[in-house]
């Protein structure tokens, strides 16, 4: 079975607070929320405040993604916002362990986030290390793009790692994740969906009973 998750970014962001309560009555308990800081990104998007405004709105699971460089700084920021869970781009970071080590001193899960250029072999290291691994199937920063087949490969290695090995580890996916690709994703191994236009864009009910009927 997989769980889906909300991506924040695709939301309304005048009224994210609105549709993140809709998505959550129809269902949904996890939110995933883009951390991008021009930089590392192409676009500057969403920052600690946002976490920290909406976190009384809402009981579900904040997931908060750091695609950014200075992780360590931006890092500190995010500890202390209501986030459950802090997700750290491979990529643009050094010192994972010490970082990893961090944000479970303050009581948080951890997950590591890679881009679709970077291979399994890379990536089952983390395994024993996080709570959940995060798969991008598009680039960083940059709602809408199309979902990257390639990275179903990747899934399959990682899953098949995390049962041999008797892990608890989470595979999420991230970018194109939509009524098209779910159920190649859900197939591929992958435990968390994270989906944002098929869940923002349009009636946030029927599309969220859309992909639930995918799911069942």
């Known amino acids: ?28 308990r996890r939110f995933h929320f883009d951390i991008c800081d021009g ?4 676009h500057l998007i969403f920052g600690d405040q946002l976490i920290r405004d909406v976190r009384p ?3 579900a699971f904040f997931d908060a993604h750091l695609a950014v460089y200075n992780m360590r700084s ?4 995010f500890l202390p916002s209501g986030a459950d869970m802090i997700n750290l781009q491979y990529e643009s970071c050094e010192g ?3 970082l990893i080590g961090l944000i479970r001193d303050h009581g948080l899960k951890v997950s590591m986030c890679f ?6 072999g890379e990536i089952i290291p983390f395994l024993e290390m996080v709570d959940a691994v995060n798969i991008l199937a598009v680039n960083p920063g940059i709602g809408g793009q199309q979902f990257q087949g390639r990275v179903l490969s990747k899934i399959e290695q990682l899953a098949r790692f995390i049962g041999q090995h008797g892990l608890e580890t989470d595979i999420s996916v991230d970018g194109g994740v939509n009524a098209g690709t779910l159920k190649d994703v859900m197939n591929a191994g ?4 994270i ?8 009636d946030i009910e029927e599309n969220i009973e859309g992909l639930q009927r995918i799911i069942n």
């Open 96 to 98: 994972h362990q010490e």
């Open 195 to 202: 989906v944002g236009s098929g869940i923002f864009s349009g």
């Open 57 to 59: 709105e809402s009981t």
């Open 1 to 28: 079975m997989i769980e889906l998750c909300a991506s924040v970014l695709a939301a309304n962001h005048a009224h994210i607070a609105r549709d993140l309560k809709a998505a959550e009555r129809s269902g949904i």
């Open 39 to 42: 930089h590392y990104t192409r």
């Open 190 to 193: 992958a435990t968390i969906a």
């Open 74 to 77: 931006i890092l500190e920021t």
């Open 115 to 120: 881009t679709p250029e970077t291979g399994a």
